[in-house]
């Protein structure tokens, strides 16, 4: 059962595939300036490998290939930004680890193709790997208008999850995923469905209602239905949400409402539209919004813009979704016109 599912999952991945849910220019390729080509670029070739072009990425370096397309799970990068940040092979190895967010946008971006223009050459930016600074705030692709949300208040390391927690995790445990701790030190968790895809129905999140030390929820390409999406209402912790490539609709937006510490919101591909958005315009500390290859409508995007200046909204109008991105040395900022 766990083998035959991988068909219907990549059957599933296959059809999302025609365009970047990312766009390279604005949400990929400052991750690599700013963490990355300082080592791994004209400079300096860190295990052999350059990450300032496309064909050096796939050249990949001593280990082979940095990346795989269409697959992040086999891409050596992701393997690498993922690691625990004491591991030997964690990357960058300086500075802070790149943040989850950006470490989805990675993955979003390798799943789609790995779409990378013609031509464009990066290049090393912010100098030294990292100032501290940019560790709290997840990557910033565009700079929105207005300043960002808050932050958050830092998790404590005393919460102490209930029996009923530990059951619950237990139960999920059983239809095969793991709901993993984010970090040793802390008791904090991450639940990621997707690979599960089409065998994660409302009745297999069920048990979650519990797990109220969840801070990362992937439900990318499950079956779940914005009925299912009650098991989350009592999340208070929970700052990333992932449910690109579901059935979820506007049924949706009164679930969303209870997650006040949200701070990262994935809908692309889900069939959303303009109702949703007043539900979202109220969390407080929304950061990333991913809204492409939905039904809402730029309007209605205008409007939650003018609201929360300082949100980060991706809608991939922006770029053509025939990956025709303007030329290298085009002004970066053209494209941005409003
Ligand atoms: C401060 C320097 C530094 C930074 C910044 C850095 N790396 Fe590395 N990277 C290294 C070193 C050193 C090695 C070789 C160590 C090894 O072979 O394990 C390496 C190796 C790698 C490899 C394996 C190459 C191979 O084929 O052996 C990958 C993939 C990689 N880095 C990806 C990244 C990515 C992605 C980033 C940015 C998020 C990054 N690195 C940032 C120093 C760095």
Not at 12 to 19: E, Q
Not at 153 to 163: I, R
Not at 252 to 273: I, M, R
Not at 320 to 331: D, R, S, Y
Request: net charge neutral.
């Amino acid at each position: 059962m766990k083998l035959s599912c991988w068909s219907i999952l990549l059957g599933a991945s296959a059809l999302a595939l025609p365009a970047a849910a990312v766009d390279f220019k604005a949400d990929v390729a400052p991750i690599f300036e700013q963490k990355c080509i300082g080592c791994h670029g004209p400079d300096k070739q860190k295990g052999k490998l350059r990450l300032d072009t496309l064909e050096n990425a796939l050249k990949g370096g001593k280990g082979g290939p940095a990346l795989k397309a269409g697959d992040p799970d086999a891409s050596e990068l992701i393997k690498r930004v993922e690691l625990p940040k004491d591991n030997d092979d964690h990357m960058p190895t300086e500075g802070d680890p790149l943040t989850k967010e950006q470490v989805t946008i990675l993955r979003d971006w390798i799943k789609a193709g790995a779409v990378w223009p013609d031509g464009v050459v990066l290049t090393a930016k912010g100098g030294k790997p990292p100032a501290s600074a940019d560790a709290a705030a997840p990557a910033q692709p565009k700079a929105p208008a207005g300043p960002p949300p808050p932050p958050l208040p830092e998790l404590s390391k005393d919460f102490v999850p209930t029996a009923a927690e530990t059951d619950a995790i237990a139960a999920i445990a059983k239809s095969g995923i793991d709901v993993r701790l984010i970090a040793q030190n802390g008791p904090w968790r991450e639940a990621n469905f997707r690979l599960s895809g089409s065998n994660v129905t409302d009745a297999v999140i069920a048990p979650l209602k519990e797990v109220t030390s969840l801070v990362e929820l992937n439900l990318a390409m499950t079956r779940v239905t914005d009925a299912g999406l009650s098991a989350v209402d009592g999340l208070g912790h929970l700052q990333n949400l992932q449910l690109q490539l579901t059935g979820i609709g506007d049924g949706a937006a009164e679930h969303f409402k209870k997650l006040t510490n949200l701070v990262t919101l994935n809908l692309y591909g889900s069939q959303v539209s303009d109702a949703t958005l007043p539900a979202l315009k109220d969390l407080a500390h929304l950061r990333s919004l991913y809204l492409w290859q939905t039904k809402v409508t730029p309007d209605a995007v205008q409007q939650l813009k003018a609201a929360r200046p300082g949100l980060y909204i991706n809608t991939g109008w922006e770029a053509p979704a025939t990956n025709a991105v303007p030329a290298t040395n085009a002004p970066a900022k053209a494209e941005e016109k409003k």
